[in-house]
């Protein structure tokens, strides 16, 4: 999914989403005509009516780690480009909100660039709630 953010290396992306508390997706699912039916015909059944295929595109995708009783933060959150715009960013945040609060896990966090903010704002998250400040330790390279 190609979303603008910088490559990771496959099997560390694996193992975030196998060690995540909560993984939500949203998939595209597309149903075409079938070429040829089983029987060999124009793609219809004996019955009269015709084949399809149902393929999925992953087009969405969000997770949470948790300490599994009070808090959640939720983390990469991802909508295909072509698919942004439609809402599908705030329905996605809105269900692991909904699944994570009938968890019982009602202190939840999530890390957001500058220019989606509002956003989150516009979802209920608050910058900096009461004073709190969020505090990064990095490697010195």
């Known amino acids: 999914m190609q979303v603008g953010w910088p490559e990771r290396p496959l099997k560390k992306v694996e193992a975030a989403l196998r060690n995540s508390y909560m993984v939500c997706t949203l998939h595209l699912q597309i149903s075409r005509p079938s070429s040829t039916s089983s029987n060999g015909s124009n793609g219809s059944s004996s019955n009269g009516s015709s084949s399809s295929s149902i ?83 990095y490697p010195k390279i």
């Open 55 to 137: 393929t999925e595109e992953l087009i969405g995708l969000a997770r949470a780690t948790s300490d599994h009783a009070f808090n959640a933060t939720i983390w990469d959150v991802l909508i295909d480009p072509v698919y942004q715009g439609q809402g599908l960013g705030k329905a996605l945040i809105e269900h692991m909100v909904r699944c994570l609060l009938r968890r019982d896990i009602t202190n939840i966090t999530l890390f957001a660039d500058q220019n989606v903010v509002e956003f989150y704002r516009q979802l209920g998250f608050a910058s900096d709630p009461e004073g709190i400040k969020g505090m990064f330790w």
